[in-house]
């Protein structure tokens, strides 16, 4: 990293950028107003503890099959060479006529200019218990360390996806030695899974699967039971 990224300009006030968000859309939102505005002023919000990590590696330190420092591609001195300012709060309100982002903590922050690149999260079934302890999702680091701590008392799990995420808890339950694994799948999804070869290495895993995606509450008795999966 050498040289000041962005074209020199004067004679006038810099811009304040603020981007929500500090994952790849934000920072790459960061590098491209730096790129072109040598001045500007760009602050990057995250409510998160962390300066940016990989989402994608987290399946693969969740798998101990990386550290975790190597999730962080940005040192310190990347923040300081495109000169990049970061604010660990959530986002709490906007106040789009005083240009103000109000953060957890009552900290107002102004801007000129304001990015929303706070990506997504799990969407959650609508059930009676999807608050209890115990239930998580895997959205972020503060996650993947939940599941690992949870994984050390744990017996059994149960996994609620269809989808690439899922498969990877389900490889890594399977490793981490639960005693049982239930996959309660979306049919759409979930049926692409549940190929031929996987069928084979969920059931030696054991693996059972539910067919819908939305276990209602008369069927909550159904969780945990070995379920045919639809033809
Ligand atoms: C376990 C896992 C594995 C994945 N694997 C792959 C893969 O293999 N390939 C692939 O292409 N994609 C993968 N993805 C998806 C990929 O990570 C996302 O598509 C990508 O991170 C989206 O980038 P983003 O910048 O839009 O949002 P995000 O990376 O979600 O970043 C959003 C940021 O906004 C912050 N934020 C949200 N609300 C607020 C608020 N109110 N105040 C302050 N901050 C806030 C969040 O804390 C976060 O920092 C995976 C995701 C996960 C979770």
Known sequence: ??????????????????????????????????????????????????????????????????PQE?????????????????????????????????????????????????GSAAALPNVPGIDLAGVVTLDSLSDTRTILDAVRQARSAVVVGGGVTALELIVFFWRAASRSITCCAARAIGRRCWTKPNRGWFSSACVTSMSRSTPKPSSARCWGARGAWPA
């Not at 500090?22 to 960061?30: D, E, K, N, V």
């Not at 001195?77 to 957890?104: F, K, M, Q, S």
């Open 1 to 66: 990293m050498s040289g000041r990224p962005g074209a020199v300009q004067t004679g006038r006030q810099a811009c304040r950028h603020v981007i929500i968000g500090h994952g790849p859309a934000g920072l790459s939102a960061a590098e491209a107003i730096r790129a072109l505005d040598a001045d500007a002023s760009i602050t990057i919000v995250s409510e998160e503890p962390y300066r940016f990590y990989s989402r994608p590696g987290l399946a693969f330190y969740l798998a101990k099959r990386v």
């Open 70 to 118: 190597q999730l962080f591609s940005r040192p310190d001195a990347y923040y300081r060479h495109w000169r990049i300012d970061t604010v660990h709060a959530r986002a709490e309100g906007l106040d789009p006529t005083a240009r103000l982002v109000h953060l957890a903590g009552g900290r107002l922050l102004p801007y000129d200019r304001l990015l929303l690149a706070t």
